[in-house]
């Protein structure tokens, strides 16, 4: 199943398959040659706002010493990386009172006074299933950026614990560091175990109270509804505050929602990229009209929905939640796109060859590495004895296999596969919130943009079905200072975004499905839109912190 081929033959012959949660192949920016000469540039004195050693997090609460013992990280001491990336822990924690399953925890306090004052803290779950999101805290939205094509970690200016507290946790058991044997067989199993953790998290950081963000992309369409859901269920704001939620280019109903039946538009869209001849074409419109699909988004994609959807999409064998042989059109279509591009990577309709050495051995979904760097960053004994990560039997990876290590029990989630995905829970987090965010990138050929909104058309939240009125506000990026801190990022007009009834929609025009890797910018906005600092994406205000380019005054929710 590593190979993207295999993965797409899979899906014409294993109902089950659930796609793993890939970062973004290609990256333009790769670490210049000449950094010695130009380290005040690249290594702005911003980015330096608190050094390892001041494990000012405890101490400002009085704790002497966690609960469990040698979870502070020496952060001037992670290998391969030649600068401090500040305070930070990192270790297990049980996901209730069995310790032989334990959840693996990164956790950056942040060095925004907001933060503090305001007791926030945010979760990031990367999805897969059996993805990890340590593997994307160095590749996407934390303090080190090791991306695909760079040789060597740089500062992330970008990175979201500048606006707050911020974990990233690998979950469910089988995930990445995490310990144990897998046991779930739903999301709600999925849910259960992470609220035992949660709060033997909150315990021994302090936390209780604080407001709780949850945060995840692409499986984390799962994941983040039912955890969400599942603490408002504890009524209990002392452990589980939940204040609001986001994800971009998340998966929230059955696969052929967000991939068969919006494919043939697609294709018309990014034509350029796909230049499949006459005869394919023909053919690829031949199964969508026999199929229904274009009908279907014809008859449901609109402003305001014409009512609930049904149950039994066109073209899905209801024994498995997946497109009839006859129908799967997303299959025929990507195999054929590797035809014509053998280095076509789902996360990313424009990626192209060669594909790009990547430290985290993840690879375009290849999984391969050059014999100089035969081992995933995160599996080398002297990274894992620096993050204080299990050493002993585990082999880190960034991904699970599917096939061999399912993090859900015979490799199935039935909460996807025999049911109807996050929509039932979804609601529910938007009514209490007022505050969930849903974002995805326009170059994203592993879930398509429009099966997302098809998602939200279904969903029925404070009296009403969808969004009333057809998405065509503005997605605004501030003008900041460009390059500085190595990682480079846009401004000004970058997409389109909408707004409903506590529900925020955006869709980022150049981004792919690592949307955070793609337009950081993008989704540091996003979190200051999730945390009230900024009013929303049509806003025009400047970052509220110090990206290079001054510093704005944030505008209250």
């Known amino acids: 199943m590593h190979l993207i081929l295999s993965l797409l033959v899979a899906v014409l012959a294993v109902p089950a398959l659930g796609y793993v949660r890939p970062p973004l192949l290609n990256s333009r920016y ?9 380290r005040d540039q690249i290594q702005s004195p911003f980015l330096n706002e608190r050094s390892s050693g001041e494990l000012s997090h405890l101490i400002q609460r009085g704790v002497n010493l966690p609960t469990w013992p040698g979870f502070a990280v ?41 933060a503090q004052e305001k007791k926030e803290i945010l979760i990031y779950l990367t999805g897969g299933p059996g993805c990890s999101s340590i593997g994307e805290l160095l590749q996407v939205n934390g303090p080190i950026s090791w991306q695909p094509g760079t040789y060597q970690p740089i500062q992330n200016r970008w990175s979201w614990h500048r606006l707050t507290n911020v974990v990233w946790i690998d979950q469910p058991v ?7 044997t897998p046991m779930a067989t739903s999301q709600a199993d999925v849910a259960q175990d992470f609220l035992g953790f949660w709060k033997n998290f909150v315990d021994t950081f302090t936390l209780q109270g604080y407001q709780v963000h949850v945060t995840g992309s692409s499986y984390g369409g799962m994941y983040a509804p039912y955890i969400s859901s599942a603490m408002l269920d504890r009524k209990d704001t002392g452990y589980f505050n939940v204040s609001g939620m986001a994800i971009w280019d998340g998966l929230y109903s059955k696969f052929p929602l967000t991939e068969d039946i919006p494919v043939a538009r697609y294709v018309d869209k990014w034509k350029a990229v796909l230049p499949f001849n006459d005869t394919f074409r023909a053919t690829i419109k ?51 796109a590797l035809e014509l591009n053998p280095c076509l990577y789902p996360a990313d309709v424009t990626s192209r060859c060669p594909v790009p050495f990547d430290p985290i051995g993840f690879t375009g979904g290849t999984f391969t590495l050059p014999p100089s760097f035969p081992t995933p960053y995160f599996d080398l004994p002297a990274v894992k004895a620096a993050i ?53 990138g326009s170059r994203d050929f592993l879930l398509l943009p429009e099966g997302s909104l098809l998602a939200i058309q279904n969903l029925t939240w404070c009296g009403e079905m969808g969004f009333r009125e057809r998405p065509g506000g503005v997605l605004v990026v501030p003008r900041h200072g460009g390059g500085g801190g190595g990682v480079a990022a846009g401004a000004g007009v970058v997409g389109s975004s909408h ?17 955070g ?41």
Not at 525 to 537: A, K, S, T
């Open 174 to 180: 089988g995930t990445g560091f995490s310990q144990g």
């Open 388 to 440: 204080n990560a299990p050493r002993n039997n585990t082999t880190w990876a960034f991904c699970q296999d599917m096939a061999t290590s399912p993090v859900f029990v015979g490799g199935v989630d039935t909460s996807l596969n025999a049911g109807p995905g996050s929509q039932p829970v979804l609601p529910r987090v938007i009514e209490h919130t007022g505050n969930v965010i849903l974002g995805h």
């Open 74 to 114: 020496n952060g001037s001491a992670i290998p391969m990386v030649d600068f401090d990336v500040g305070e930070s822990y990192a270790g297990l924690l049980p996901t209730g009172n069995d310790t032989s399953r334990q959840l693996y925890f990164w956790f950056f306090p942040s060095t925004n006074p907001v």
């Open 499 to 515: 707004v409903e009834r506590g529900l925020t929609w955006f869709e980022a025009a150049m981004g792919g499905h690592v949307l």
């Open 30 to 38: 790769q670490r210049h040659p000449l950094r010695e000469l130009v």
């Open 286 to 336: 031949a199964m969508d009209e026999q199929c229904g699909y274009t009908a279907y988004l014809d008859e449901f994609l609109v402003y305001p929905p014409k009512g609930p959807q049904p149950s039994i999409l066109p073209g899905e064998d209801p024994a498995t939640g997946m497109a009839r042989p006859e129908c799967a059109l997303y299959a025929a279509t990507f195999l054929a």
């Open 517 to 557: 890797m793609d337009q950081p910018a993008v989704t540091f906005r996003m979190v200051e839109v999730l945390l009230g600092r900024v009013e929303g994406f049509e806003s025009t205000v400047p970052f509220t912190v110090d990206m290079g380019g001054g510093v704005g005054v944030g505008q209250p929710r």
